[in-house]
């Protein structure tokens, strides 16, 4: 098992402590602590949580983690879980989930992260306000929130080169990379909208171990992000619809582009394959068979009825 683990300084600095010494110390009332899990197997994690004392449905929830978002709000202790982009091209998913206990904070993924939180480590949470287990978690919502809405302008951008290429030749986008992007698209959107729900309802969570009064605008700033990453997420739906629809129709104008021109090729054909079905029969009695003009009269005659198809199809706007 992969632990590491931070102390809250009165400074509202992250100083990285042994976990032994921090659960010590916290179960004697003397700090607080966040203890971040990597790679931790459940049976490793049931261990640490009869260790802090957590037990029940609360237990439960924590070691079912990483199947969806989830809530467990008790008076002295709160559970959420969400989902997150687990790398930085944003082409995975992971689920975190946050245990708050009074003056403590357990966090731990369904897969790791490609750049974790160690970021938090190095962060002044003085700047959002005093330090506390809100803090914490206040911190992670948005630094998690501010990716999601890198991952979603970056997939605008993917769309707009898309749609710039389609403007200019049609042919040049495939459909595979329309399949690609519509996976990203499904998986921003699975977890920008259930980013937007969690974050708005972890920041109406009030219980002994959470308290964000001190940390209103720091909360409505993530809130406010989730919510303009759902209606971007929205547009970019819309949009890729749109895109889709436009390259359907161009597949299908070829298509009929191409129909037309078979069609074409048959209506001219058909009166000379009429012609020398006629001249194929084996009847005795065919006086032109035996000619001598008979052959470029043949030729001349289909040559004619062609050039007549062909200048009826024009007329009737076939060739536009």
């Known amino acids: 098992m992969d632990v590491v683990c931070f102390e809250l300084t009165e400074h509202g600095r992250l100083s990285e402590v042994d976990p032994a010494e921090?659960?010590?110390?916290?179960?004697?009332?003397?700090g607080a602590f966040w203890i971040r899990l990597r790679e931790c197997s459940m049976a490793e994690a049931e261990i640490l949580l009869d260790e802090i004392g957590v037990e029940g449905l609360l237990k439960t929830r924590v070691l079912g983690s990483g199947q969806g978002t989830s809530f467990v709000a008790l008076r002295q202790s709160f559970?959420?879980?969400?989902?997150?982009?687990?790398?930085?091209?944003?082409?995975?998913?992971?689920?975190?989930?946050?245990?708050?206990?009074?003056?403590?904070?357990v966090t731990l993924w369904s897969e790791p992260i490609e750049v974790p939180a160690e970021t938090l480590g190095s962060l002044d949470l003085s700047d959002l306000g005093p330090a506390s287990i809100s803090t914490v978690?206040?911190?992670?919502?948005?630094?998690?929130?501010?990716?999601?809405?890198?991952?979603?302008?970056?997939?605008?951008?993917?769309?707009?080169?898309?749609?710039e290429r389609m403007d200019a030749d049609p042919d040049g986008v495939d459909a595979s990379e329309l399949a690609d992007l519509k996976a990203d698209l499904l998986l921003a959107s699975a977890i920008i909208e259930e980013q937007d729900e969690t974050f708005g309802l972890v920041s109406k969570a009030q219980s002994e171990a959470l308290d964000f009064s001190p940390l209103q605008g720091?909360?409505?700033?993530?809130?406010?992000?989730?919510?303009a990453s759902r209606r971007l997420d929205d547009r970019l739906e819309s949009r890729f619809l749109e895109l889709r629809h436009r390259a359907s129709e161009h597949k299908q104008d070829t298509l009929n582009l191409r129909i037309g021109f078979l069609t074409v090729i048959s209506t001219v054909f058909l009166p000379l394959t009429l012609l020398a079905g006629l001249w194929g029969m084996n009847f005795e009695v065919m006086p032109e068979l035996k000619q001598p003009w008979g052959y470029p009269a043949a030729l001349g005659l289909m040559g004619l009825l062609a050039a007549a198809v062909i200048w009826f199809l024009r007329k009737r706007g076939w060739f536009d």
């Not at 978690?137 to 749609?163: F, N």
């Not at 720091?218 to 919510?227: C, I, K, N, V, Y």
């Open 22 to 30: 921090a659960q010590r110390r916290w179960r004697a009332g003397d």
């Open 79 to 105: 559970f959420a879980e969400w989902p997150v982009f687990a790398d930085e091209a944003c082409s995975r998913r992971s689920q975190i989930a946050a245990l708050c206990l009074p003056k403590l904070i």
């Open 137 to 163: 978690l206040c911190a992670m919502l948005l630094w998690h929130g501010e990716r999601t809405t890198r991952a979603a302008r970056a997939l605008r951008e993917r769309l707009l080169e898309i749609d």
């Open 218 to 227: 720091p909360m409505s700033l993530a809130r406010s992000t989730a919510g």
